[in-house]
């Protein structure tokens, strides 16, 4: 799936766990790698708090704008149609939404956004 291999690049490029957070510049910097750590080691939900934690900080994070849709849709249930599990439907795409939203982003990184929220929208029928 293409979202394990934006995670997978963010975990290699940040070095996640493997790098001393306290050599980061800046709070944001460390709370990042501290998100990919628990990425790395599976705890989405903490990874998600933390990057909606970022996003209130600095709503205009790039880096944590294109972490949090992967990790909400990691804590997607598959064929679950519960109430709870359309929620984080719902909120995977508004992720993905405000990503695809973002100037900053590439025309290639925009089409994936767009092609998961399809994704999502199929999931909720």
């Known amino acids: 799936m293409k979202i394990c291999l934006i995670i997978l690049m963010a975990i290699i490029s940040f070095g996640a ?8 510049k800046t709070s944001t910097d460390k709370d990042l790698r501290a998100v990919l750590c628990e990425i790395e080691n599976g705890n989405y939900p903490g990874a998600q708090k ?3 934690n970022i996003l209130q900080k600095d709503p205009q994070n ?4 294109r972490l949090l849709p992967g990790v909400l849709t990691h804590e ?8 709870e599990n359309i929620a984080q439907i719902r909120k995977a795409i508004e992720a993905y939404q405000q990503f695809a939203k973002n ?4 025309a290639g990184e925009k089409t994936t956004a767009d092609d998961f929220i399809i994704t999502l929208y199929e999931r909720i029928g």
Request: glycine letters at 0%; a neutral charge.
């Open 50 to 52: 933390d990057l909606e």
């Open 17 to 24: 766990c493997a790098k001393d957070l306290k050599t980061e």
């Open 76 to 83: 997607i249930k598959k064929d679950d149609k519960s109430p």
């Open 103 to 106: 100037p900053q982003i590439a």
């Open 62 to 65: 790039i880096y944590a704008r």
